[in-house]
């Protein structure tokens, strides 16, 4: 199992571009969530999912777009991109955000996104 | 008010001393969490609980739900030791994280 996979591993964009955080994970998981990790901030939820074709806000979803058209695959658009956007972003998953003990969450490796 | 709390925000201390980072939450929840940033940025799970105590090695995390009050202990500490750990809680769909505690044993 490749567990949850990212891409890319960094990318520069310049303000009022627009790209896509790739994330995919082999492990059936139904839950799958985009967070953000900002100096002093902590992981802060941009968007997360429960299932295919279900998707909902979280803390921080402004500029933001997602959805889930498989079980696998949950990619996060940066609509236009502005310079407060630039931080690190993680990808999450796992079979339940809740339910014991099927709720561990399994991270990407991260993305690191500089917006100029 | 952040919905978790943890402390230290910083902690450096000698190999071989016993760690504690406490975790306050402010919310009722169904599961907490603890999980482990290494200085390559990767993260890990470390615990899931909903009650009482687990060990793991030289790692043991505890909870008090009448509390809302975490802990997480690190006995025996080792240089390999150093990350930020950070606490989370699950509330409805949603995962809410602390900001972390960033842990430097020194050899």
């Known amino acids: 199992n490749a567990g949850v996979t990212q891409t890319p591993k960094f990318q520069v964009l310049k303000t009022g571009q627009s790209m896509t955080l790739q994330c995919a994970q082999d492990m059936n998981h139904e839950y799958m969530s985009w967070y953000r990790q900002d100096p002093g901030m902590g992981l802060r939820l941009i968007h997360y999912?429960?299932?295919?074709?279900?998707?909902d806000q979280g803390e921080v979803p402004n500029g933001y777009n997602v959805s889930r058209s498989t079980t696998e695959d949950f990619p996060l658009r940066l609509l236009s991109a502005a310079p407060s956007q630039t931080s690190v972003y993680f990808c999450?998953?796992?079979?339940?955000?809740?339910?014991?003990?099927?709720?561990?969450?399994?991270f990407g490796p991260g993305t690191r996104l500089t917006v100029l | 008010k952040n919905e978790v709390e943890q402390s230290p925000q910083n902690l450096t201390a000698q190999e071989g001393e016993f760690i504690t980072i406490n975790c306050s939450y402010s919310v009722g929840i169904s599961a907490l969490h603890w999980l482990q940033q290494h200085p390559g940025g990767g993260i890990v799970s470390l615990f899931m609980?909903?009650?009482g105590k687990k060990k793991h090695g030289r790692l043991i995390a505890t909870i008090n739900i009448q509390e809302k009050h975490s802990s997480l202990h690190i006995t025996a500490s080792h240089p390999r030791d150093s990350a930020v750990y950070i606490c989370?809680?699950?509330?409805?769909?949603?995962?809410?994280f602390g900001k972390g505690t960033r842990l430097h044993i020194l050899p």
């Open positions: 999912s429960v299932g295919a074709g279900i998707t």
């Open positions: 999450a998953s796992s079979y339940s955000p809740i339910v014991m003990p099927y709720n561990e969450q399994f």
């Open positions: 609980l909903s009650s």
């Open positions: 989370a809680v699950a509330r409805d769909d949603k995962i809410i």
